[in-house]
């Protein structure tokens, strides 16, 4: 079997897009650092962290899983650049 290395366009700046989506569509849903922290289990600090330095603390599937749900909002939409 023959393989060869296929060419894709990826993002190097996605986790930067996901912490930009996940503030704008928690301050459209009207939901502070501190409730959306509450409602998925994490520390105001972590989701603090996570929106103010673009992503760089990283966040795992699981809770943006969860944001999705809190926000209402599909979980393509955080990866909409």
Same mark, same amino acid.
């Given at each position: 079997?023959?393989?060869?290395?296929?060419?894709?366009?990826?993002?190097?700046?996605? *986790?930067? @897009?996901?912490?930009?989506?996940? %503030?704008?569509?928690?301050?459209?849903? #009207?939901?502070?650092?501190?409730? =959306?922290?509450?409602? *998925?289990? @994490?520390?105001?600090?972590?989701? %603090?962290?996570?929106?103010?330095?673009? #992503?760089?603390?990283?966040?795992? =599937?699981?809770?943006?899983?969860?944001?999705?749900?809190?926000?209402?909002?599909?979980?393509?939409?955080?990866?909409?650049?």
């Amino acid at each position: 079997m023959t393989t060869f290395k296929r060419d894709f366009s990826f993002n190097r700046n996605i *986790i930067e @897009v996901v912490a930009r989506n996940v %503030r704008k569509y928690r301050k459209i849903a #009207g939901i502070t650092q501190e409730q =959306l922290a509450i409602d *998925i289990g @994490v520390s105001n600090d972590f989701l %603090r962290r996570f929106e103010t330095t673009l #992503g760089k603390e990283g966040m795992s =599937l699981n809770t943006l899983y969860k944001i999705s749900v809190v926000l209402d909002v599909s979980m393509e939409k955080f990866f909409e650049e």
